[in-house]
């Protein structure tokens, strides 16, 4: 390794001190640091989305930003989605209810996209079919069709609480 | 074997949630990527930027040197490997010529991304960052890359073998030349298959680690047994010491359905170095050099009597293998071959298949393997014969569906189908999309300029592999039988565990495989765990692809379970001294019928067999513990209907799906919403193909699809929401009736999409277009059958048009000079 920078983060409300190597990506830095290995590598080229994660709030892919992009950050991964409790988060309930996941490799990005979504979604009624499908573009899922993906995120929005952990 | 007289059908058949989700729905699954050895080294390879080219020499001395690199190999350095990598196809009396093709290139490389050598470090970055230091000169060669171009031998890529034909592998019944002169009308046509991907979420990845004189290997693969087996034969070590498991794999379609490069190389480093060793696939390796599928180029010939009876079917198949091949690479096609005859009864086919070497990565299985490619050669030209008769492409298909009164139904080719209703499933999805109302709003879009159309597809398949005698070595001629293991295993407390010989990869085995055993021993699936993919743990077993695990797994653990029950009913039997024929599984209880009262629980049971053996009958042996093999006497034969309903843009040339309806018919269902969910992605998968996906290589052999960037998989917002039905058509093949399900939407979808498109543009002049179906190629012939000539033929990513697939009734023969015979 070379030379290394500090980073300071936030992970799922923990906080963490590190030595990185500059070019190290963020997705590393969660997988083989800190061994949140819930987000997964599917692509490289940010086309696929299985390593989205939240970065102050907003849904990014992390196997194509810096880890030292996000020194000061609170980062959201699919481990800091169920409650301290262990309960679901209504995504995740949604997804286990609707069969919105086969081999699961695309689900935690799906998931985290989703929350996303469904926290910028705007207005007063249900979020529509079309709205989850563009919503989600960003995401490439090969199991579902994303049929079943789009049902257990429609569900969660109805069950008013589809928002952000 | 006694079978359970009464079957509660409590668990089975219903839409369970899956056992599965809960780890995978929160991040604390395990993917390969998600293990840390101790000690763990990185291994990079170094693959070649060459078509086609000779290896002059490689300097590793540069990669060396940076810090905490371990070792630089090249293929020399791995001569003491006992065989090279497996092809397990050796069909009897058929000559196949097979290159060696070994984990690292020896002498010359015969594609892009070819491993020519591995980097081993300490560092996942460090790896890579060494691989680019390997220095590696090349003398490059003629490169072919087209499989008709190949065919003439112009360039020879393997001079051992002296021609770049592989094999000639001809089979049919009828005499095809004779109905085909006797028949009222002849359709011809060329059809590309193109390339595609198999794309699994996951990439391949695999830990080695060699220790103490025993090998374990943790690698993302839809075959661990057939893995630990070849290890034994191509490192010298004996099963017993080697450990092969698939953790938590993220999907397959039959790309992980090989013996991989990288699983030896990880294995053999570790051996040398005394570490364990990791390799993670790039997306971009993936593309390069994780198997591809379909690539072929089909002449067919189709013929009928005026009235609409067809008569003849013949398929010329010309098969592009790569610059190798792979596991099963040559034997695709013929698996499609076998149900060419499709749901009709055409009592005169052949299928004629040259394999052809090319400057490409191999092919192999994916999703459908070979049965995509014939159904879509089929479903394509039954719809032109239509065309051309003047007839309702739906009459047509009714006219020569095979009646549900004449199954089992012997094709011309030999095999036997094992049950269908065709029309039922037709009828069914007829019922659903309303045609005559459709007819109606296509006519009237049609006056506003909107280009409407609909396409149908009715499928059948062969899976259910396979019958061992059939497909063995003496037979179709696999490299072994395709039988299918299980072991139940009751616990003293009354748990059971189930150890299957499949290997599941998102498709719900630990659901409905706990679903059958849960029924047949009176206890909740959620009791019953379904151990899978690790070699250590339970019997031999053929792993998962080719639509088998339910057919053949499935009902291996439904055997060993009602073993198992059998032997409780005598002990419960002997403690309420009784007879055993009178005690049946009632609300979760084995009881005594007409007094459910008097009975004993599975755990009560258990409690006889391993805590207080006084209470076993005389002479029984302890333990409730069943371990089999299950070898099917049939393949079973999936059937069912599909409909596409598509717009496309006369200007753009852009295709958007609307509707899907799909009604299939795979038996009794085990868990409902586990088939619709294989439905869904099958059908998403053929969407793909037939508009979106293709793996593209340039005229240098240069692999243009090498990221997501370029190679499109459908997203969320190019699939509709599907419409899904089922008729239910026991197979008689095995004793749950099942057949199955995992490759049917892919089989169904790529026709049906054609012939949407075509049904949207046939009153423009437009009887066919290859796959993809993209915008341009769409384009394209909308200007050309609107005489504006189209321009220059373009191109795509760089790349030519190929030419379109041209020919019709009388035009005459297309087969190329010195084509397949």
Same mark, same amino acid.
């Given at each position: %390794?070379?030379?290394?920078?500090?980073?300071?983060?936030? &992970?799922?409300?923990?906080?963490?001190? @590190?030595?990185?190597?500059?070019?190290?990506?963020?997705?590393?830095?969660?997988? /083989?640091?800190?061994?949140?290995?819930?987000?997964?590598?599917?692509?490289?080229?940010?086309?696929?989305?299985?390593?989205?994660?939240?970065?102050?709030?907003?849904?990014?892919?992390?196997?194509?930003?810096?880890?030292?992009?996000?020194?000061?950050?609170?980062?959201?991964?699919?481990?800091?989605?169920?409650?301290?409790?262990?309960?679901?988060?209504?995504?995740?309930?949604?997804?286990?209810?609707?069969?919105?996941?086969?081999?699961?490799?695309?689900?935690?990005?799906?998931?985290?996209?989703?929350?996303?979504?469904?926290?910028?979604?705007?207005?007063?009624?249900?979020?529509?079919?079309?709205?989850?499908?563009?919503?989600?573009?960003?995401?490439?899922?090969?199991?579902?069709?994303?049929?079943?993906?789009?049902?257990?995120?429609?569900?969660?929005?109805?069950?008013?609480?589809?928002?952000?952990? | 074997?006694?079978?359970?007289?009464?079957?509660?059908?409590?668990?089975?058949?219903?839409?369970?949630?899956?056992?599965?989700?809960?780890?995978?729905?929160?991040?604390?699954?395990?993917?390969? /990527?998600?293990?840390?050895?101790?000690?763990?080294?990185?291994?990079?390879?170094?693959?070649?930027?060459?078509?086609?080219?000779?290896?002059?020499?490689?300097?590793? @001395?540069?990669?060396?040197?940076? *810090?905490?690199?371990?070792?630089?190999?090249?293929?020399?350095?791995?001569?003491?490997?006992?065989?090279?990598?497996?092809?397990?196809?050796?069909?009897?009396?058929?000559?196949?010529?097979?290159?060696?093709?070994?984990?690292?290139?020896?002498?010359?490389?015969?594609?892009?991304?070819?491993?020519?050598?591995?980097?081993?470090?300490?560092?996942?970055?460090?790896?890579?960052?060494?691989?680019?230091?390997?220095?590696?000169?090349?003398?490059?060669?003629?490169? &072919?890359?087209?499989?008709?171009?190949?065919?003439?031998?112009?360039?020879?890529?393997?001079?051992?073998?002296?021609?770049?034909?592989?094999?000639?592998?001809?089979?049919?019944?009828?005499?095809?030349?004779?109905?085909?002169?006797?028949?009222?009308?002849?359709?011809?046509?060329?059809?590309?298959?193109?390339?595609?991907?198999?794309?699994?979420?996951?990439?391949?990845?695999?830990?080695?680690?060699?220790?103490?004189?025993?090998?374990?290997?943790?690698?993302?693969?839809?075959? *661990?047994?057939?893995?630990?087996?070849?290890?034994?034969?191509?490192?010298?070590?004996?099963?017993?010491?080697?450990?092969?498991?698939?953790?938590?794999?993220?999907?397959?379609?039959?790309?992980?359905?090989?013996?991989?490069?990288?699983?030896?190389?990880?294995?053999?480093?570790?051996?040398?170095?005394?570490?364990?060793?990791?390799?993670?696939?790039?997306?971009?390796?993936?593309?390069?050099?994780?198997?591809?599928?379909?690539?072929?180029?089909?002449?067919?010939?189709?013929?009928?009597?005026?009235?609409?009876?067809?008569?003849?079917?013949?398929?010329?198949?010309?098969?592009?293998?790569?610059?190798?091949?792979?596991?099963?690479?040559? %034997?695709?096609?013929?698996?499609?071959?076998?149900?060419?005859?499709?749901?009709?009864?055409?009592?005169?086919?052949?299928?004629?298949?040259?394999?052809?070497?090319?400057?490409?990565?191999?092919?192999?299985?994916?999703?459908?393997?070979?049965?995509?490619?014939?159904?879509?050669? #089929?479903?394509?030209?039954?719809?032109? #014969?239509?065309?051309?008769?003047?007839?309702?492409?739906?009459?047509?298909?009714?006219?020569?569906?095979?009646?549900?009164?004449?199954?089992?139904?012997?094709?011309?080719?030999?095999?036997?189908?094992?049950?269908?209703?065709?029309?039922?499933?037709?009828?069914?999805?007829?019922?659903?999309?309303?045609?005559?109302?459709?007819?109606?709003?296509?006519?009237? #879009?049609?006056?506003?300029?909107?280009?409407?159309?609909?396409?149908?597809?009715?499928?059948?398949?062969?899976?259910?592999?396979?019958?061992?005698?059939?497909?063995?070595?003496?037979?179709?001629?696999?490299?072994?039988?395709?039988?299918?293991?299980?072991?139940?295993?009751?616990?003293?407390?009354?748990?059971?565990?189930?150890?299957?010989?499949?290997?599941?990869?998102?498709?719900?085995?630990?659901?409905?495989?706990?679903?059958?055993?849960?029924?047949?021993?009176?206890?909740? *699936?959620?009791?019953?765990?379904?151990?899978?993919? /690790?070699?250590?743990?339970?019997?031999?077993?053929?792993?998962?692809?080719?639509?088998?695990?339910?057919?053949?797994?499935?009902?291996?653990?439904?055997?060993?379970?009602?073993?198992?029950?059998?032997?409780?009913?005598?002990?419960?039997?002997?403690?309420?001294?009784?007879?055993?024929? /009178?005690?049946?599984?009632?609300?979760?209880?084995?009881?005594?019928?007409?007094?459910?009262?008097?009975?004993?629980?599975?755990?009560?049971?258990?409690?006889?067999?391993?805590?207080?053996?006084?209470?076993?009958?005389?002479?029984?042996?302890?333990?409730?513990?069943?371990?089999?093999?299950?070898?099917?006497?049939?393949?079973?034969? *999936?059937?069912?209907?599909?409909?596409?309903?598509?717009?496309?843009?006369?200007?753009?040339?852009? &295709?958007?799906?609307?509707?899907?309806?799909?009604?299939?018919?795979?038996?009794?269902?085990?868990?409902?919403?586990?088939?619709?969910?294989?439905?869904?992605?099958?059908?998403?998968?053929?969407?793909?193909?037939? #508009?979106?996906?293709?793996?593209?290589?340039?005229?240098?052999?240069?692999?243009?699809?090498?990221?997501?960037?370029?190679?499109?998989?459908?997203?969320?917002?190019?699939?509709?929401?599907?419409?899904?039905?089922?008729?239910?058509?026991? @197979?008689?093949?095995? @004793?749950?009736?099942?057949?199955?399900?995992?490759?049917?939407?892919?089989?169904?979808?790529?026709?049906?999409?054609?012939?949407?498109?075509?049904?949207?543009?046939?009153?423009?002049?437009?009887?066919?277009?290859?796959?993809?179906?993209?915008?341009?190629?769409?384009?394209?012939?909308?200007?050309?059958?609107?005489?504006?000539?189209?321009?220059?033929?373009?191109?795509?990513?760089?790349?030519?048009?190929?030419?379109?697939?041209?020919?019709?009734?009388?035009?005459?023969?297309?087969?190329?000079?010195?084509?397949?015979?």
């Amino acid at each position: %390794m070379g030379r290394t920078v500090p980073l300071q983060v936030t &992970v799922n409300g923990e906080p963490h001190r @590190s030595e990185i190597e500059p070019r190290l990506l963020l997705v590393h830095y969660l997988r /083989d640091e800190l061994r949140l290995t819930g987000t997964n590598i599917g692509c490289d080229t940010s086309n696929c989305g299985a390593c989205t994660c939240h970065v102050d709030g907003e849904a990014v892919k992390s196997c194509t930003v810096l880890a030292v992009q996000c020194d000061g950050a609170e980062i959201t991964t699919i481990e800091g989605m169920s409650g301290p409790d262990g309960a679901l988060h209504p995504l995740q309930e949604g997804f286990w209810a609707e069969h919105g996941l086969q081999c699961g490799y695309c689900t935690p990005g799906m998931i985290m996209a989703a929350a996303d979504l469904l926290a910028r979604h705007e207005g007063d009624g249900p979020i529509t079919e079309e709205e989850v499908r563009k919503g989600l573009e960003g995401n490439l899922c090969r199991c579902t069709g994303y049929h079943n993906i789009v049902k257990a995120v429609q569900a969660a929005a109805e069950a008013g609480r589809g928002v952000t952990a | 074997m006694t079978t359970i007289e009464q079957a509660p059908a409590n668990w089975v058949g219903q839409s369970l949630r899956r056992k599965e989700d809960p780890r995978l729905i929160t991040g604390s699954a395990t993917y390969v /990527d998600d293990l840390t050895l101790p000690g763990m080294l990185w291994m990079a390879i170094v693959r070649s930027p060459e078509a086609h080219a000779r290896i002059v020499s490689i300097d590793g @001395s540069a990669a060396l040197e940076r *810090p905490g690199i371990k070792a630089v190999y090249t293929g020399e350095d791995m001569r003491d490997l006992l065989a090279p990598l497996p092809m397990a196809w050796a069909p009897p009396g058929v000559e196949q010529k097979t290159p060696e093709r070994w984990p690292l290139a020896r002498g010359k490389v015969c594609h892009v991304g070819d491993a020519v050598a591995m980097v081993v470090g300490d560092n996942r970055y460090g790896v890579v960052d060494a691989a680019g230091d390997v220095r590696v000169e090349y003398e490059p060669l003629p490169v &072919v890359v087209d499989v008709e171009e190949a065919l003439k031998d112009t360039t020879v890529i393997h001079e051992s073998l002296g021609t770049n034909r592989a094999h000639d592998w001809s089979m049919g019944g009828g005499d095809i030349e004779q109905a085909l002169a006797d028949s009222d009308v002849v359709v011809e046509r060329r059809i590309v298959n193109h390339r595609t991907a198999g794309a699994a979420m996951e990439t391949r990845g695999v830990i080695a680690e060699f220790r103490g004189g025993e090998l374990t290997v943790w690698s993302s693969t839809q075959v *661990p047994h057939l893995v630990r087996l070849f290890y034994a034969v191509q490192m010298g070590i004996s099963e017993d010491k080697v450990r092969v498991i698939a953790p938590e794999v993220g999907g397959g379609f039959g790309s992980k359905l090989q013996v991989c490069a990288e699983e030896t190389l990880c294995a053999w480093a570790s051996k040398k170095l005394g570490r364990p060793v990791k390799w993670i696939e790039t997306r971009s390796e993936n593309m390069a050099a994780s198997h591809h599928g379909r690539d072929q180029v089909d002449y067919v010939r189709m013929g009928a009597k005026s009235d609409g009876t067809i008569t003849a079917f013949h398929a010329k198949i010309i098969q592009d293998l790569g610059g190798y091949c792979g596991l099963l690479t040559p %034997m695709i096609p013929e698996l499609g071959a076998f149900v060419m005859t499709g749901c009709y009864r055409i009592p005169a086919v052949k299928t004629d298949i040259t394999g052809v070497y090319t400057n490409k990565y191999f092919t192999d299985a994916i999703r459908g393997a070979g049965r995509p490619e014939m159904t879509h050669m #089929l479903e394509v030209t039954i719809d032109q #014969l239509a065309s051309e008769l003047g007839m309702d492409p739906l009459e047509l298909r009714r006219k020569n569906f095979i009646k549900p009164e004449e199954f089992p139904y012997e094709t011309p080719y030999g095999i036997t189908y094992d049950s269908g209703n065709y029309e039922a499933a037709f009828d069914r999805a007829l019922e659903i999309v309303d045609l005559d109302g459709f007819r109606a709003e296509q006519a009237s #879009l049609r006056e506003q300029g909107v280009l409407r159309g609909i396409g149908f597809s009715t499928y059948t398949e062969i899976c259910g592999l396979a019958p061992s005698r059939a497909v063995g070595p003496s037979g179709f001629g696999l490299g072994i039988g395709l039988y299918e293991s299980a072991l139940v295993r009751v616990h003293p407390t009354g748990s059971v565990t189930v150890f299957t010989g499949t290997s599941p990869h998102g498709q719900g085995h630990e659901t409905g495989f706990a679903q059958i055993v849960g029924d047949r021993l009176g206890v909740d *699936p959620q009791v019953v765990e379904i151990i899978h993919g /690790d070699t250590a743990t339970g019997p031999m077993g053929l792993g998962t692809y080719g639509s088998r695990s339910l057919s053949i797994g499935g009902v291996a653990c439904a055997h060993a379970a009602e073993k198992i029950a059998e032997k409780c009913r005598q002990i419960v039997a002997h403690n309420l001294e009784a007879d055993a024929a /009178d005690i049946e599984i009632h609300d979760g209880r084995f009881s005594l019928r007409g007094d459910p009262e008097k009975g004993m629980t599975l755990a009560e049971v258990a409690g006889c067999a391993y805590i207080d053996a006084t209470k076993m009958p005389e002479g029984m042996e302890l333990g409730l513990e069943q371990s089999l093999i299950y070898d099917p006497t049939n393949f079973v034969f *999936p059937f069912g209907t599909h409909v596409c309903v598509v717009d496309v843009d006369p200007e753009t040339g852009k &295709v958007s799906v609307l509707r899907w309806v799909a009604v299939d018919d795979c038996g009794p269902a085990i868990n409902p919403m586990l088939i619709d969910g294989q439905v869904h992605g099958g059908v998403t998968h053929g969407i793909g193909q037939a #508009l979106y996906e293709q793996v593209v290589y340039d005229d240098r052999g240069q692999l243009v699809t090498g990221t997501f960037l370029d190679y499109a998989l459908p997203t969320a917002a190019e699939v509709p929401s599907f419409e899904t039905d089922r008729t239910e058509t026991k @197979s008689p093949s095995n @004793s749950l009736g099942v057949k199955g399900i995992g490759e049917a939407g892919t089989i169904a979808a790529t026709p049906a999409v054609v012939n949407a498109v075509i049904d949207a543009l046939r009153h423009e002049g437009i009887s066919y277009i290859d796959m993809p179906l993209t915008p341009l190629r769409v384009w394209q012939a909308l200007e050309e059958a609107r005489g504006r000539g189209g321009g220059p033929r373009g191109s795509e990513q760089g790349v030519e048009l190929p030419p379109q697939g041209e020919g019709s009734a009388g035009s005459g023969p297309t087969i190329p000079e010195g084509g397949a015979a």
